[in-house]
C-alpha cells in the first residue's frame, strides 16, 4: 500500500520568512510525486517532480526530489500572507492515474 | 461551463436516505476520481474510473456506488448514509497517462 508522509503537521511563521515542507513517501512503481496548494476550496496543481535531483520553480516556490531517499521538500521564500493554506503532497505509481495524498501541512502566515 | 463541476456544494440529510453527488468534466478526460477529505487523514480516494464503464475501487469504497455510463460524468452515490460519511468530497479527472488531477470545488455533506 502506497504511503505518504508530511511535516510538520502545521506552521506559523511572519511574513518573509522561508518556510520548508516535507514529504517522505513509500510507493510500488513510482511514477511521479506532486505538490499542491489548497485554501478552503479544491487544491491546486504546484509542481510535478518524476526526475530525482531536478529543482522546479516557480516564482518563490521550489521543489526537489530525491528518489534514492524517498522525499521531496517544498520551499517557499519571502512568504505571504497569501501563501497561508494548506499544502498537499502526492504519490502517484504505474497501475495508473490514481493519487496517494498526505495528510497535509497547514501553513499559516502571520503579517 | 469549461471545466469541472460538483453539485450540489453543499447538502445535508439524514441517517438511511440515499444521497447521489454529481460530477462533470468537459475536458473529455479519461480518468476521473472521488475523494473524501477529513480532519486527520487528508485525501483519500473513494472509486475511480479509467473510462466509461470501467470503475474500480479505492482506498475507502464501503457505503459508496459509482457509475460511468458517460466519460463526462461520475456520479457518487451513498446509498444509505451514515454519520460517519459526513465528509467533503471531491471530485477530480485527468487525463491518460497524467498524473496531474484537476479537483472540482467540493460537496460538503453532513449527515445528521
Known sequence: EDKVVQSPLSLVVHEGDTVTLNCSYEVTNFRSLLWYKQEKKAPTFLFMLTSSGIEKKSGRLSSILDKKELFSILNITATQTGDSAVYLCAVGNNAGNMLTFGGGTRLMVKP | ?112
Open chain 2, 1 to 112: 461551463d469549461a471545466g469541472i463541476t460538483q453539485s450540489p456544494r453543499y447538502k445535508i440529510t439524514e441517517t438511511g436516505r440515499q444521497v447521489t453527488l454529481m460530477c462533470h468534466q468537459t475536458w473529455s478526460h479519461s480518468y476521473m476520481f472521488w475523494y473524501r477529505q477529513d480532519l486527520g487523514h487528508g485525501l483519500r480516494l473513494i472509486y475511480y474510473s479509467a473510462a466509461a464503464d470501467i470503475t474500480d475501487k479505492g482506498e475507502v469504497p464501503d457505503g459508496y456506488v459509482v457509475s460511468r455510463s458517460k466519460t463526462e460524468n461520475f456520479p457518487l452515490t451513498l446509498e444509505s448514509a451514515t454519520r460517519s460519511q459526513t465528509s467533503v468530497y471531491f471530485c477530480a479527472s485527468s487525463a491518460i497517462g497524467a498524473n496531474v488531477l484537476t479537483f472540482g470545488a467540493g460537496s460538503r455533506l453532513t449527515v445528521l
